[in-house]
Antibody
Framework: EVQLVESGGGLVQPGRSLKLSCAAS????????MAWVRQAPKKGLEWVATISTSGSRTYYPDSVKGRFIISRDNAKSSLYLQMNSLKSEDTATYYC?????????????WGQGVMVTVSS | DIQMTQSPASLSASLEEIVTITCQASQDIGNWLSWYQQKPGKSPQLLIYGATSLADGVPSRFSGSRSGTQYSLKISRLQVEDIGIYYC?????????FGSGTKLEIK
């Protein structure tokens, strides 16, 4: 059974940093692209970052480019999101998701999410 | 960026009714579209990929279709467990963009 378990969320002040983790199990982690998607309170879904199988390629939307860094440790089956220079608008639930890239592209599995609150 | 205009924003329907949700892409995205269901308090789950393919384990009352740049998700016979928010996602080009969501309730 595929499982994605996020951790590391919490309350952080504007301008500070926070690192999220996602522990994956139930599949060969190194064979899959992975991603982070967030959802602000009572709002819709927003793609945050994607990383290739080896970690050599990363992709971000303009809203987080230069502030967030996605990374992975295939030996530990873990995905990370380093969030720097946090802003109030980064307040959201952050989901770790597996990005299916054979044939069509889509998120086929999601974690339960971890809440990040940016506030003074 | 590709815009995904989703409608309606909310929908109230009766049990066993047919429900249709649509997403209009701002440009051609081929079949690079997927649909997700988010039940209250839960994470999103994949329903449809490639615009028309049903994901594993998803009931057959769900179906996806495409007409040009308009994409539709149909629930053929609405059930209580179908309440939640539905989102489309385009994966034709970066940045990946979601529709704004459709909140589905039972009348």
């Amino acid at each position: 059974e595929v499982q994605l378990v996020e951790s590391g969320g919490g309350l952080v002040q504007p301008g500070r940093s926070l690192k999220l983790s996602c522990a994956a199990s139930g599949f060969t982690f190194s064979n899959y692209y992975m991603a982070w998607v967030r959802q602000a309170p009572k709002k819709g879904l927003e793609w945050v970052a994607t990383i290739s199988t080896s970690g050599s390629r990363t992709y971000y939307p303009d809203s987080v480019k230069g502030r967030f860094i996605i990374s992975r440790d295939n030996a530990k089956s873990s995905l990370y999101l380093q969030m720097n220079s946090l802003k109030s608008e980064d307040t959201a639930t952050y989901y770790c998701a597996r990005w299916h890239t054979i044939g069509y592209y889509y998120f086929d599995y999601w974690g339960q999410g971890v809440m990040v609150t940016v506030s003074s | 960026d590709i815009q995904m205009t989703q409608s309606p924003a909310s929908l109230s329907a009766s049990l066993e009714e047919i429900v249709t949700i649509t997403c209009q892409a701002s440009q051609d995205i081929g079949n690079w579209l997927s649909w997700y269901q988010q039940k209250p308090g839960k994470s999103p789950q994949l329903l449809i990929y490639g615009a028309t393919s049903l994901a594993d384990g998803v009931p057959s009352r769900f179906s996806g279709s495409r007409s040009g740049t308009q994409y539709s998700l149909k629930i053929s016979r609405l059930q209580v467990e179908d309440i939640g928010i539905y989102y489309c996602l385009q994966a034709y080009s970066a940045p990946l963009t979601f529709g704004s969501g459709t909140k589905l309730e039972i009348k």
